[in-house]
């Protein structure tokens, strides 16, 4: 025992360091303060080196089999549990190659080429105010939802258009074709099905009977939806330039008020406090504005994952998230909000990971994607119930959000509910086509136009607001076909909404749901697949009737139960007191810091909320409704 225990010791030891040494790396060229790509790739290489290594699986397996022979005790379980973890891990990630090994340097050197290119890629299109200016994917995209001029609003979608050519253009099309030559040296079909089965445990046809289901399920309700856009404005709101803002212009900029982004994190702080929220002492920072250079899309990684060493004394999660914000555009506030309680809501989970081995609370496989992204999910989707909106949407004179403004969100979005989780399903339709095709009919062309069809065939319009090949999960090895992992997961957090709502009836503010979250899902980590952690909390298996039943619903429907959440929520008041999160929390903006939580999360709010108010107007064009 005593030699399975010196091995337990030293995965956990190295992989710490070699995690945190590439995470760390990550984060600064990510967030566009270091331009050492030649470094992360080399930091990324020696992780995917220990993580896919055949020798510690062996190493791993011996010692899972000298332990059978060993007395029952508690401290053989833990180890045997421990282990096993790392055999799930080596095992997911395991290159059993030459010839695949090999293709995975040249992957990542690939990938880090791409993405240094990209990070020095400036877009433009025209603002609120008419002017040409550079702009990230978070401004293209809230832009083509606010901006009332239409020409201003195709500049948006022409940006996201040329950065689809020149993704084709710069390498994306090589790195697909050796994602598949490294994933036949395994024995796989193709990129598509190696990464399905190796994130999250079942084939490629096991998870479209699940897609083809919901595709069926939601395809009435999204031609009702774009039907009812070309009654009500004719023909070209459905194109592309206009989908978006007909969709949810004016409604956006009617909310711009009561969401403003210097808010943004007050309103995260009270809301996960008083769900009962805590961090277990992690250190946390946070990145929330744009920046030129930095990554455009929010994520959240973290390179010291939380566990019990082998004290027995607790390791808690350092934790990096980020936002792309522009605080003086219509609709970044909201956005930005959102961002905070989804990777807000990751951050939760990896700091609540309470196991013997930093192998169980880290984002990677054997971490299925659909779990991971049902704690993020099922925080965000918080946001857009009337009772979360009556209790923190609030203008700069306090006044809440009326009901006339939070009844024209639902009639607005309601009829959109099943175009917006199709947006999710077009993905992973294009994802398994693209990889499926050959090397010869893989051209640029051809790759667009099955973009195109994707998009009509599941959205209803082509080109999409956001053009497919504009995605940047795409682009990183880890994210690229995995994205069907957000809609299974939305499927999981509409059970999960359903029997809290069944158990307590309501859910913003309500103080069991972060120990219950904390209990069944998170303390486990990826010791649990994703359908026993559903069974854990809920009782049931994975269903995903209660998503496409949301879908299906009409605005009427929804707006009735609006109503009663919100006439519920005036008989329970604001929860008195505020627990900490127990965390230390750092806001950045690349190098320098803005605010800190070493007083208090209250004064950090202040202090944030005071920096953005002297260095940003408010959105100029924001009027309450």
Not at 90 to 109: H, K, P, Q, R, Y
Not at 356 to 366: D, K, L, M, T, V
Not at 384 to 397: F, G, I
Request: hydrophobic content about 40%; charged content about 20%.
């Amino acid at each position: 025992m005593h030699a399975a225990q010196t091995l337990f010791d030293t995965l956990n030891a190295d992989y710490l360091a070699v995690h945190k040494t590439k995470e760390d790396l990550f984060w600064d060229t990510y967030m566009a303060i270091s331009d050492d790509h030649a470094g992360f790739a080399r930091a990324e290489e020696a992780y995917k080196n220990f993580i896919s290594d055949p020798a510690r699986l062996a190493q791993v397996r011996q010692a899972l089999a000298g332990l059978k022979d060993v007395p029952e005790s508690a401290e053989k379980a833990a180890l045997q549990q421990g282990l096993q973890g790392w055999l799930a891990l080596f095992d997911c990630n395991i290159v059993d190659s030459e010839e695949a090994s090999g293709l995975m340097g040249e992957l990542i050197t690939q990938e880090s080429a791409l993405f240094g290119k990209r990070s020095k890629l400036v877009m433009h299109h025209t603002n609120e105010d008419g002017v040409t200016e550079e702009a990230t994917l978070s401004m293209l995209s809230t832009n083509l939802g606010t901006n009332q001029n239409e020409a201003a609003r195709q500049s948006s979608l022409d940006a996201l258009l040329s950065l689809e050519q020149w993704v084709l253009d710069n390498g994306f099309l090589d790195i697909v074709k050796t994602r598949n030559a490294f994933a036949r040296a395994q024995g796989f079909d193709n990129f598509f099905e190696y990464k399905v089965r190796k994130n999250e445990q079942m084939s490629g046809n096991q998870l479209f009977a699940i897609l083809d289901d919901f595709e069926a399920r939601t395809f009435e309700a999204n031609q009702r939806g774009l039907d009812g856009l070309v009654a009500e404005h004719g023909t070209d709101a459905i194109a592309g330039r206009n989908l978006r803002f007909y969709m949810s212009g004016d409604v956006t900029r009617q909310s711009d008020p009561y969401l403003p982004f210097a808010k943004g994190l007050q309103r995260w702080v009270d809301s996960f406090r008083r769900l009962g929220i805590t961090y277990r002492g992690a250190t946390m920072q946070l990145d929330l504005l744009e920046r030129k250079g930095k990554y455009q899309n929010g994520f959240c990684h973290g390179p010291i994952p939380s566990y019990f060493d082998k004290d027995g004394l607790w390791v808690a999660g350092q934790i990096n998230f980020t936002a792309e914000a522009k605080p003086d555009q219509v609709g970044s506030g909201a956005r930005a909000i959102n961002t905070l309680f989804h990777e807000g809501g990751h951050a939760a989970h990896f700091a609540n990971v309470t196991q013997n081995s930093p192998c169980f609370s880290q984002e990677f496989a054997p971490t299925s994607m659909a779990y991971a992204e049902t704690q993020s999910m099922f925080c965000d989707s918080l946001l857009d119930d009337a009772d979360w909106l009556k209790r923190y949407a609030t203008d700069a004179q306090g006044n809440p959000m009326p009901d006339a403004l939070i009844q024209k969100r639902i009639e607005s979005r309601q009829p959109f509910s099943a175009h917006a989780e199709r947006g999710i399903l077009v993905v992973p339709y294009f994802e398994r086509a693209l990889y499926r095709m050959s090397d010869a009919e893989r051209t640029p062309a051809a790759v667009l136009q099955l973009a195109r069809d994707c998009e009509q065939r599941i959205l209803g319009v082509s080109p999409a607001p956001r053009p497919l090949l504009a995605i940047p999960h795409l682009l990183n090895q880890e994210s690229a076909a995995a994205y069907h992992g957000y809609l299974l997961a939305n499927m999981a957090v509409y059970q999960t909404r359903a029997y809290f709502e069944r158990t307590y009836g309501y859910l913003t503010d309500n103080p069991a749901i972060g120990p219950a979250l904390a209990e069944h899902y998170w303390a486990r980590g990826n010791g649990r697949t994703h359908d026993q952690t559903l069974v854990s909390l809920t009782g049931e298996s994975f269903n995903a009737g209660y998503l496409a039943d949301e879908c299906n619903q009409t605005p009427e429907q929804a707006w009735a139960t609006a109503q009663a959440s919100m006439a519920d929520a005036a008989q329970r008041p604001v929860p008195a007191g505020e627990p900490s999160l127990n965390a230390v929390i750092r806001v950045v903006h690349g190098s320098q810091v803005l605010a800190d939580n070493t007083e208090s999360d209250d004064a950090m709010c202040r202090d944030f909320e005071a920096w953005v108010g002297a260095n940003f107007a408010a959105p100029s064009a924001a009027v309450a409704a």
